[in-house]
C-alpha cells in the first residue's frame, strides 16, 4: 500500500472486534517496526512490553481505563496493549539533549509509537496510543521498577469501526514554506 494511503487510512481506533485475536507473527513485525525506529544518536530510550496474556490485559485495560471522562472505555476490547517504558539515553543523546534543552528521549519514543501503528495499519490492525492511564498501576501490574517512566500504553485489535473524516488544521495554518509566517 502506498504510504500517503496507509497515513490517511490509519486513525485511532476506539471499538475493536472481540472476538479476533491479533496473529503472532503479525504482533512480532509489529514490535520490530517499533525496535527498528530511529533515536537521537541512536539511543533507542525504550523498552516495550507486549501484554497479551488475556487475564493481565484486561487487568492494564482497567487501568487505562477512563470512564469518567467518557473516553478510553474501549480499552478492554483490544486483545493487546503494548507499554512504552522510557530508559535512560546514551551519553552523547544525553549530552546534546542537555546542550540544546531537548528532551530527546520523548521524541523517539513517540517515533517508535508511530512505527507501532503504522506496522498495525499495514496488517489491517486498528491502535490507539494512549497517554491518560494509571501510571502506577500499570508499573506494578508489569513489575516495571518505580523509577521509571511508562510513557505510552497503545491498544492493537481488529478494528470494528469504518474510517471517519479527519479532523485537521488547515494546510495554510500549520505549513509554511522558507519563512515562519509573518
Ligand atoms: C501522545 C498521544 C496521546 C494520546 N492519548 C490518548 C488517550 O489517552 N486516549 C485516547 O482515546 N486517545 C489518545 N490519543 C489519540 C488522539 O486523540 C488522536 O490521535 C487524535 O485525536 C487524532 O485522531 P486520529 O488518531 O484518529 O487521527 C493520543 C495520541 C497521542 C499521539
Not at 504510504?3 to 503479525?26: A, C, G, H, I, N
Not at 530510550?45 to 501484554?51: A, L, M, N, R
Not at 521498577?145 to 473524516?165: S, T
Amino acid at each position: 500500500m502506498d504510504f500517503l494511503e496507509l497515513v490517511k487510512k490509519r486513525q485511532s481506533t476506539r471499538k475493536y472486534d472481540t472476538s479476533r485475536q491479533v496473529e503472532p507473527e503479525k504482533l512480532q513485525n509489529i514490535v520490530e517496526a517499533a525496535r527498528m525506529a530511529p533515536s537521537a544518536c541512536n539511543a533507542q530510550p525504550w523498552h516495550f512490553i507486549v501484554v497479551d496474556e488475556p487475564e493481565l490485559k484486561n487487568k492494564v485495560a482497567d487501568a487505562a481505563s477512563a470512564r469518567l471522562l467518557g473516553m478510553s472505555h474501549f480499552t478492554k476490547q483490544a486483545p493487546v496493549h503494548i507499554l512504552i517504558v522510557e530508559e535512560k539515553v546514551n551519553f552523547t543523546s544525553g549530552i546534546g539533549g542537555m546542550v540544546k534543552d531537548k528532551h530527546f528521549a520523548y521524541v523517539d519514543i513517540g517515533i517508535a509509537a508511530a512505527h507501532i501503528c503504522y506496522a498495525a495499519e499495514a496488517q489491517g490492525l486498528g491502535s490507539c496510543i494512549l497517554g491518560w492511564f494509571n501510571e502506577s498501576k500499570v508499573r506494578k501490574l508489569l513489575n516495571i521498577p518505580e523509577n521509571k517512566r511508562v510513557l505510552l500504553d497503545i491498544v492493537i485489535g481488529y478494528p470494528a469501526e469504518g474510517l471517519r473524516n479527519k479532523k485537521r488544521k488547515p494546510a495554510e495554518e500549520v505549513i509554511s514554506y522558507n519563512s515562519y509566517p509573518q
